[in-house]
């Protein structure tokens, strides 16, 4: 079974940094794109940074400029670099992606997948 592990969450003080990952289990799963997003308490989850299949990204306006999505040297494995952390960035970072995993030689399955989430928390 295809998933998404996350690892890289903690407590960090305002301006500080943390290093987000994220890795697909399967290597024959293709994906279309890895994405990041959060959920901070008693609101909905946004989308905070994407990297396509040719590693375009894009993000939320609000990291932009202090948030770094990139592809791993191992395969269907992003980071997600966070400098100058604020404490509204505090929230689950869940990982996220859609593709298409081999069934046999003729035969694709869409898959969408979702970590389990990894609590980062920005305070002094």
């Known amino acids: 079974q295809v998933q998404l592990v996350e690892s890289g969450g903690g407590l960090v003080q305002p301006g500080g940094s943390l290093r987000l990952s994220c890795a697909v289990s399967?290597?024959?799963?293709?994906?279309?794109?890895i994405d990041w997003y959060r959920q901070a308490p008693g609101k909905q989850r946004d989308l905070v940074a994407t990297?396509?299949?040719?590693?375009?990204?894009d993000y939320a306006e609000s990291v932009k400029g202090r948030f770094t999505i990139s592809r791993a040297a191992a395969k269907n494995t992003v980071n997600l670099q966070m400098n100058s952390l604020k404490p509204e960035d505090t929230a689950v970072y869940y990982c996220?992606?859609?593709?298409?995993?081999?069934?046999?030689?003729?035969?694709?399955?869409?898959?969408?997948?979702w970590g389990q989430g990894t609590l980062v928390t920005v305070s002094s």
């Open positions: 996220h992606t859609e593709g298409l995993e081999p069934v046999d030689a003729n035969t694709d399955r869409y898959l969408e997948l």
């Open positions: 399967s290597s024959i799963f293709s994906p279309y794109a």
């Open positions: 990297i396509n299949l040719n590693n375009i990204t």
